[in-house]
C-alpha cells in the first residue's frame, strides 16, 4: 500500500480559487451548517487546511483558529486581518486539554500517515462534550478518482470505514452526510445545476456523494489517562509578509 502524502497548502488553495473549487466550498458549507447551526460562544479549532469552511463560523464563535500541519504548509488567514492561522505538529498540538468546543478536520485525514496518534490528540485538546467533524473523500464517489482536486489524493473512506476509525479513538458517530454528487468536472453547464444535484443526489444517490461529512462526540466514560507533557509548544503565527512556512525545528 502506498503511504499517504500531504498535498502542498498552495495546491490546496489554488483548487479553491478555481470555479470547480468555488462551487464545492459552497456545497460542503450548506453541509456544514446543517450540522452546526449554532456555534455562538464557542472555540472552533480547524485542523488540516479548514480556511475554506471556517469563515462560516468566524462571526458567531468566541474563537477560530485554522491550524496547519507542517508537512502541508501554513497561509495567512483571514487574508485583511489579523492571522488566525498556526503551523503545527498534528500529532502534538499545541493547545491545552480541553480547550476547544468543537474540531473540524478537512484536507487531513486522508493524507495522514498516523490516524490514531492524530485523533487521539483531538480528543485530547476538545471539551467534554466537544464535537468533531471530519471531511474525507467517499471511496464510493467521483471524486476520489479525479486527481485534479484534493480529494483525489490520499486514502478514501467509506461510511462505515470512517465510523469504525472514529469508534476505535474513542469518539461516538453521530450523524453521517454526504456532498459533491455533481461530477468534479470544470464543464460549465455542469456547474449551473450543481445545486439540484446535491438535492436529488441527498435523495436518491446518498452513497455516492463525493465527501463523507462525519460528525462524532467526545466519549468521555471509555477514555485512557492523557499524559502529562513538560511543556506544550507555541503558537507558530505566519508573518503578515510571508507566503510558505519555513522548516519547522
Do not use: C
Not at 453541509?31 to 471556517?54: C, F, H, K, N
Not at 505538529?89 to 496518534?117: K, T, W
Amino acid at each position: 500500500m502506498l503511504t499517504p502524502m500531504w498535498r502542498d497548502v498552495v495546491d490546496i488553495r489554488d483548487f479553491y480559487a478555481t470555479p470547480l473549487g468555488q462551487t464545492a466550498r459552497r456545497m460542503i458549507r450548506r453541509r456544514l451548517r446543517r450540522q452546526w447551526s449554532d456555534v455562538t460562544g464557542q472555540a472552533v479549532l480547524g485542523l488540516g487546511y479548514p480556511i475554506p469552511y471556517l469563515g462560516t463560523f468566524r462571526n458567531e464563535a468566541a474563537q477560530t483558529i485554522a491550524a496547519m500541519p507542517a508537512q502541508q504548509g501554513v497561509l495567512h488567514w483571514p487574508h485583511e486581518d489579523p492571522g488566525l492561522t498556526t503551523l503545527v505538529d498534528e500529532l502534538e498540538l499545541p493547545f491545552d486539554d480541553l480547550s476547544f468546543d468543537r474540531v473540524l478536520l478537512v484536507h487531513a485525514l486522508e493524507y495522514a500517515e498516523q490516524v490514531r496518534p492524530l485523533l487521539r490528540e483531538i480528543w485530547r485538546i476538545l471539551a467534554g462534550s466537544g464535537r468533531l467533524i471530519v471531511i474525507a473523500p467517499n471511496r464510493r464517489g467521483l471524486w476520489a478518482r479525479f486527481e485534479r482536486t484534493p480529494f483525489g489524493h490520499g486514502l478514501p473512506y467509506s461510511a462505515r470505514q470512517l465510523s469504525l476509525t472514529l469508534r476505535d479513538n474513542l469518539f461516538t458517530p453521530l450523524d453521517i452526510d454526504r456532498a459533491l454528487f455533481a461530477p468534479p468536472l470544470r464543464s460549465t453547464m455542469i456547474r449551473s445545476i450543481s445545486t439540484p444535484l446535491e438535492q436529488i443526489g441527498n435523495r436518491a444517490f446518498n452513497t455516492f456523494g463525493g465527501v463523507i461529512i462525519a460528525e462524532s462526540v467526545k466519549q468521555i466514560y471509555a477514555a485512557p489517562p492523557v499524559k502529562e507533557r513538560s511543556r506544550i509548544r507555541g503558537y507558530l503565527p505566519l508573518p503578515e509578509h510571508q507566503t510558505r512556512p519555513t522548516s519547522p525545528n
